[in-house]
């Protein structure tokens, strides 16, 4: 059974930082592609970065570039988004997924597992 | 950035009843949306891929159509587990991945 599980939510106050794991199971983790999909109290879902298998192809997005990083480790199923300089704006629910891939198992169709997602409350 | 606009922000429908969801892309994505579900709660749920191709597990109630710019989302004949929020999202162009706003579907 595939499980992703997150952890390393709470609160942190503005300007502070705070690493999100998020542990697979049930699959071969490294032939996955995994992203993080964030959603504020009463919002939708908005996407906030990506990373290829083997942790070499990484995209954020604008809103947290260059104080957003994620990355994995094969070797212990886990995913992980390191963030700094957090803003108020960055309360949110985090939910790690999993890409589904075509047929061919090149592109991006949508995300066939998700994790139950830990909140992240930014607030002084 | 790929804008997608869901309508009706709330939709009230009864038990059995067809539901029709609609969602708007600022620019062509050709068939390259996905529709999920979720419930309060809990983490949303892939239904629909490719425009119309449902995802493992998912009914036949669950249908999507469209093209280009504009994708529907009809629930058949909705049963007391069909309440919750439903979301478009394209991938025909990114980064980034964008969502609609969401379609609450509510029992009247």
């Given at each position: 059974e595939v499980q992703l599980v997150e952890s390393g939510g709470g609160l942190v106050q503005p300007g502070g930082s705070l690493r999100l794991s998020c542990e697979a199971s049930?699959?071969?983790?490294?032939?996955y592609w995994m992203h993080w999909v964030r959603q504020a109290p009463g919002k939708g879902l908005v996407w906030v970065s990506r990373i290829s298998g083997d942790g070499g192809d990484t995209r954020y997005a604008d809103s947290v570039k260059s104080r957003f990083t994620i990355s994995r480790d094969n070797a212990k199923n886990t995913l992980y988004l390191e963030m700094s300089?957090?803003?108020?704006?960055?309360t949110a629910v985090y939910f790690c997924a999993r890409v589904k891939t075509d047929i061919s198992g090149n592109y991006y169709v949508g995300y066939d597992y998700w994790g139950q997602g830990t909140l992240v409350t930014v607030s002084s | 950035e790929i804008v997608m606009t869901q309508s009706p922000a709330t939709l009230s429908v009864s038990p059995g009843e067809r539901a029709t969801l609609s969602c708007r892309a600022?620019?062509?994505?050709?068939?390259?949306l996905a529709w999920y579900q979720q419930k309060p709660g809990q983490a949303p749920r892939l239904l629909?891929?490719?425009?119309?191709t449902r995802a493992t597990?998912?009914?036949?109630r669950f249908s999507g159509s469209g093209s280009g710019t504009e994708f529907t989302l009809t629930i058949s004949s909705l049963q007391s587990e069909d309440f919750a929020v439903y979301y478009c999202q394209q991938?025909?162009?990114?980064?980034?991945?964008t969502f609609g706003g969401g379609t609450k579907v509510e029992i009247k």
């Open positions: 049930g699959f071969t983790f490294s032939s300089s957090l803003r108020d704006e960055d | 600022s620019q062509s994505v050709a068939n390259n629909i891929y490719g425009t119309s597990g998912i009914p036949a991938y025909n162009d990114w980064p980034p991945l």
